[in-house]
C-alpha cells in the first residue's frame, strides 16, 4: 500500500489550498483515508476520515467549515480542500488509513507528507 500526498506550499493567511492523495494498493471503498498532521514541535493532530462508501467525513473541530474531504474513486485519490488558512495550520500534512475517527490512535498506515505553510 502507497499513500503519496501532494499539493503543500507557501500561503498567506486567508488563503486556499488543494492537498491530493494518490492511493496505490487499496481501494478507496475498501475502507476510509484521512488526513493528519504535524506541526513543528507538536504532537500529531487528526485531521478528518473520509468514507468513500457513505461519503461521510468526520472532521476536527479545528478545521470544520475550513477544510472539505472528498474523494474520486476512479481516481483512487483523496482531497483535502483547505480554505480560509490561518498560520497555526502551518504543519506537514499525511494521508492515512484511517478507522472512522480522527483520534490520532485511528491513523495506522501513512506515506510521506506535504507542508504547508501559512503566513500572516
Known amino acids: 500500500v502507497q499513500l503519496q500526498a501532494s499539493g503543500g506550499g507557501s500561503v498567506q493567511s486567508g488563503e486556499s489550498l488543494l492537498l491530493s492523495c494518490l492511493v496505490k494498493?487499496?481501494?478507496?471503498?475498501?475502507?476510509?483515508v484521512g488526513w493528519f498532521r504535524q506541526a513543528p514541535g507538536q504532537q500529531r493532530e487528526g485531521v478528518s476520515c473520509?468514507?468513500?462508501?457513505?461519503?461521510?467525513?468526520m472532521s476536527s473541530d479545528s478545521v470544520k467549515g475550513r477544510f472539505t474531504t472528498t474523494g474520486d474513486n476512479a481516481k483512487n485519490t483523496i482531497y483535502l480542500q483547505m480554505n480560509s488558512l490561518k498560520p497555526e495550520d502551518t504543519a506537514v500534512y499525511y494521508c492515512?488509513?484511517?478507522?472512522?475517527?480522527?483520534?490520532?490512535?485511528?491513523?495506522?498506515?501513512w506515506g510521506q507528507g506535504t507542508l504547508v505553510t501559512v503566513s500572516s
Open positions: 492515512s488509513i484511517c478507522a472512522r475517527s480522527t483520534d490520532m490512535s485511528s491513523y495506522t498506515y
Open positions: 494498493g487499496f481501494t478507496l471503498e475498501e475502507g476510509n
Open positions: 473520509f468514507s468513500a462508501k457513505n461519503g461521510i467525513t
